[in-house]
């Protein structure tokens, strides 16, 4: 709950930045800097919000795992294309194992990345201008495999070592010199040793710090075939018709803030026509109506919630081949997974990210075939 009330308000600070940010009409450079500002605290104060609720799942015992065998290499590379950008930005070179790494750990692969993230975005950020970053992954024991992760940075005293894992100490970082909260390293311990491995550290003063992780080696799974509906197939589609067809897109959703937002972002898609509803029931209705091309689902609404919605959207042979996307301020991996075993097309977390909508909406719609056709001298209007 408390994660759904402090993401919607801050649905509504970062998406409207981000129209203001990407114009029409363009920003003045310092309404530019102004609001570059605004979306730096944005999603600053988001890591904080979600670094303090996982600290207090974690200490009331609700984390859920979901322990399988999972891929070092694919935990490495997504790693290091999410920082690569913050790393180039110091100077910092990263450097990563350039053999093929065939190993398999158990673990929770979304919780792996949400731990190797932290520790690479500290090596990044308490490291020196210009400095180095190693990853390097190491088998222990024929039963457990270590990832470490080396900076250049100024390291740890043994009195600071002493304090690291202690929730919201900074040890004696200014706040104004490196953002944080003291919170990244104590979750990571826990939620290693809750997938029964063990994190470490080795310092000398001057000469940088290297930070470890060991978990129990896995046998590699069969894969599943690619659908849909995962993240990764989602295409990035940039419309440059001539002729550009018009879609409908209904979005279920009872907050004015939000519906808002997402009448802004559409409102640069000539080739999109948005209808709205407020509530489960009214969805329903309005989508055996109109017969949109796709449906953005709010999950938590009044009456019938967007997963029951979808389900009984599913059962009239008219609406069952919508693709539904969810969009919700439900972002733990366990509403995600529940969403998408029901049917979601693809599952959209609040805040949103403009590109990231507009990309899910592209990949959905190429699953329709237009209704209309706006001639090339209306596309304006």
Known sequence: NMSHELRTPLNAILGFAQILECGPPAPTADQKASIEQVLKAGWYLLDLVNEILDLAKIDAGKVSLSLEPTSIADILRDGRELLEAKAQSRAIHLGFPTAPIPDFVQADPIRLKQIFVNLLSNAIKFNRVGGTVEVTCTPRTPERIRICVQDTGMGLSPEQLSHLFQPFNRL??????????????????????????????????????????????????????????????????????????????????DNAANLQLVEGILARRPDLRLLSARDGQSG?????????DVILMDISLPGINGIEALKILRLDPATASIPIVAISAHASPHDIEKAMKAGFFHYLTKPVKVRELMDTLDAALMHQEPKHTIPSEAGNT
């Open 172 to 253: 004696g970082q200014k706040e104004d010199v490196v953002e944080g909260t003291g919170v990244g390293l104590v979750v990571s311990k826990r939620l290693v040793e809750l997938m029964g491995g063990t994190i470490g550290v080795e310092s000398t003063v001057g000469k940088g710090c290297t930070f470890w992780i060991e978990l129990d080696r896995a046998g590699q799974p069969q894969l599943p075939t690619p659908t849909p509906t995962t993240k990764s197939n989602l295409p990035s589609k940039k419309l440059v018709q001539q002729e550009l067809p018009i879609k409908t897109v209904l979005y279920v959703e």
């Open 284 to 292: 329903i209705d309005r989508a055996r109506d109109s017969m949109p």
